[in-house]
């Protein structure tokens, strides 16, 4: 079995609480991590190996973005990558104990004008998806997992109103439109919907903005997990750890959990 949590933590010295708690309560084996904003050197190694994560893998820059991978299995062939020209770590991969290829993403967010013309931000992760739709359209030679912070939700119910949010960024057609491109190129499977059903409104992400989120439950679901076809039949679980959201000092987005049999 293997237990995987992604969590985009906006800070992981502010989280590192909380990242505890995930590791006590859900007691996941790997943790993917987005929105580290710490450089090497104040990124909290010795803390997250005590929680027994003794194998790290990070791609870090100072104050923003960066990715990271906790495992507490061993991690090879460790590969960081630049899209659409930049060093912004924001996608890091490492095969997990021989068996997995994983990895952990964080598209840009794009800004709040869906306009390439008027907002370079919403040009540049345009862009970011289609560069990472064709990074991936090959095989791999070991199953591939990805998973993290993607910015987009993609269908109707990955929003809690398709209509007012079509012309919000991270649920813009254009946005769904590429970010479907993606997964059909990759030919992955999304793990989350295959334990919960297209029908039923889900969600990863609720704004700082929004005071009385818990209440009014406009979320949307940012924060994905696919799989290659042939691991499809591996994913057991899924879970959206909600409850993370109402945590003292809590990120926008919660964790999500998933569990597979490789």
């Known amino acids: 079995m293997l237990r995987l949590a992604t969590w985009n933590v906006n800070s992981i010295r502010i989280r590192l609480p909380l990242l505890e708690e995930l590791a006590k309560k859900e007691a ?11 450089k090497e050197d104040d990124f909290p190694f010795k803390k997250i190996k005590e929680l027994g994560f003794e194998n790290i893998a990070l791609y870090s ?11 507490k299995l061993p991690l090879s062939d460790i590969n960081k990558y630049c899209h659409v020209g930049k060093d912004d770590a924001r996608h890091i991969s490492a095969i997990v104990d021989n068996k997995i290829e994983i990895h952990n993403i964080y598209v840009p967010a794009g800004g709040d004008i869906p306009d390439v013309e008027n907002n370079p931000a919403f040009a540049h992760k345009l862009n970011f998806v289609d560069e990472a739709a064709a990074f991936f359209s090959n095989k791999a ?45 990759g030919k992955f499977v999304d793990a989350i919907r295959l334990y919960f059903s297209e ?38 679980k899924a879970k959206i750890c909600k409850y993370f959201r109402a945590e003292e000092r809590p990120s926008d987005h919660v964790p999500i959990v998933v569990e597979l049999k490789i």
């Open 141 to 185: 030679a070991t199953p591939r997992l990805l998973c993290g912070d993607f910015n987009i939700a993609p269908s109707e119910n990955d929003v809690w109103s398709h209509k007012a949010l079509l012309q919000t960024v991270s649920h813009t057609p254009v946005e769904v439109e590429k970010l479907k491109n993606f997964f059909k190129q």
């Open 61 to 71: 820059i100072p104050g923003y973005n960066g990715v990271a991978i906790l495992s």
């Open 199 to 236: 029908s039923e409104k889900i969600y990863s992400w609720w704004s700082y903005r929004n005071p009385n989120w818990m209440k009014n439950d406009k979320g949307r679901r940012l924060d994905h997990v696919w799989v290659d076809n042939e691991l499809s039949s591996a994913i057991l």
């Open 28 to 38: 996941p084996d790997v943790v993917c991590l987005q929105e580290v904003k710490a």
